[in-house]
């Protein structure tokens, strides 16, 4: 690099020149220092799908397990056939974690984000339509509004980030 | 799901220049006059292509008295034959933005 200031035409093309240079060696220096990847490890990753889907698999699994007793609200039906993304996400994200698995998952992923998405509005929707987001409505379903919604919507954008990422082997773009 | 990443314009560009005279050592200030990039872009793309084993590099003694030696650059055979594969690949992206484009 240095030994190209001398071939420079002007005072101010070796200026550019070196300065250029002084970026490219800062870039590189920081490149090798650079020693974390960002990515998250396969237990934590476990966790918190376990965490996002878990309580809605719960429920789900609950509702499927009293669907068929003949006095069954409607609800019970709802939820056993709605809740079913639940297991589902936790099924592709459990799977995409341990075996590594991406091929095709990724528009299933972007489904159920969507889906969850959904969720959050619909429940949103029926807080505002019950007299808006106040205190009390968040003290009686806050926690289920959480656990039921927000959460399988978070864990879902994430699995849709996981799966569009570069595959650690993958050729590096230059 | 595995993506392929294409180069980088500018690595396209240099990869250009050099498979245009795929047999000539190339200095960095050479390159960078003919490709218009400036060295704190030509330099981190000659180190990533030699990294990946595309490009040939040796040093030559300067011309001047006591000034340090230049080093020079050409592709490998491996670097010819992805030049070759990542132009074509440009190529046809473009072609089909082009057709894309002018289907109504």
Redesign the interface.
Known sequence: MRAELDYAKSDAAALSWAFGCVLAGMNERVHTMMIANGRISRWILIVEWLACFGPLTLLWCFAVANAFSPDAPSVVLVVAAAGAIGPLALAISMLTTLTGAQRGLRPVAQGLAVLFAIAVLLRLADALANGGLRLQWFESNGSVFVLLALLPLAGSLHLVHILGSRPSNAPAAV | ????????PQ?LTILQTLAAQPRAWR???DL?AQTQL????????L???SD?GFLDSKWEE?E?PG?????MYRLTAQGRAYAKSEVAAHRASRATVKLARSTP
């Open positions: 799901m595995e993506r392929e990443r294409r180069s980088s690595t200095h960095g200030y960078s400036k060295s704190g872009t030509l330099y981190p793309v180190m990533r292509l990946r300067s001047l000034r340090p030696p230049r080093r």
